[in-house]
């Protein structure tokens, strides 16, 4: 069974950090651009950061750059999303995948979403 988990969500109060987790099995994150995506109550998903599997080179949605910093773990097999600075408008389910539809349509739904973890920003 092929499988991304994604975990390291928590209620946090603003100016704080936390950092969540992509773990594979079944399958190379190395050979696969990875995105994290996040999805508030009441709002559509949307994209946050991404990683290529060619170069390393990484995007970030301009809400979120120079706060949030996106590496891989080869030896884990494991995509980080670090969060520093967080505000309460970061409260959102977040969620990581390979999929390259997502990159450009992350309001889409093609299937292969996970359970997401939460992160919830606040006083």
């Known amino acids: 069974q092929l499988q991304l988990v994604e975990s390291g969500g928590g209620l946090v109060q603003p100016g704080g950090s936390l950092r969540l987790s992509c773990a594979a099995s079944?399958?190379?994150?190395?050979?696969?651009?990875i995105g994290w995506f996040r999805q508030a109550p009441g709002k559509e998903r949307e994209g946050v950061s991404c990683?290529?599997?060619?170069?390393?080179?990484?995007y970030y949605a301009d809400s979120v750059k120079g706060r949030f910093t996106i590496s891989r773990d080869s030896a884990k097999n494991t995509v980080y999303l670090q969060m520093n600075v967080l505000r309460p408008e970061d409260t959102a389910v977040y969620y990581c995948?390979?999929?390259?539809?997502?990159?450009?349509?992350?309001?889409?739904?093609?299937?292969?979403w996970g359970q997401g973890t939460q992160v919830t920003v606040s006083s």
């Open positions: 995948n390979p999929d390259p539809r997502y990159f450009t349509d992350p309001a889409a739904d093609f299937g292969s």
């Open positions: 079944g399958f190379t994150l190395d050979d696969y651009a």
């Open positions: 990683i290529s599997a060619s170069d390393g080179s990484t």
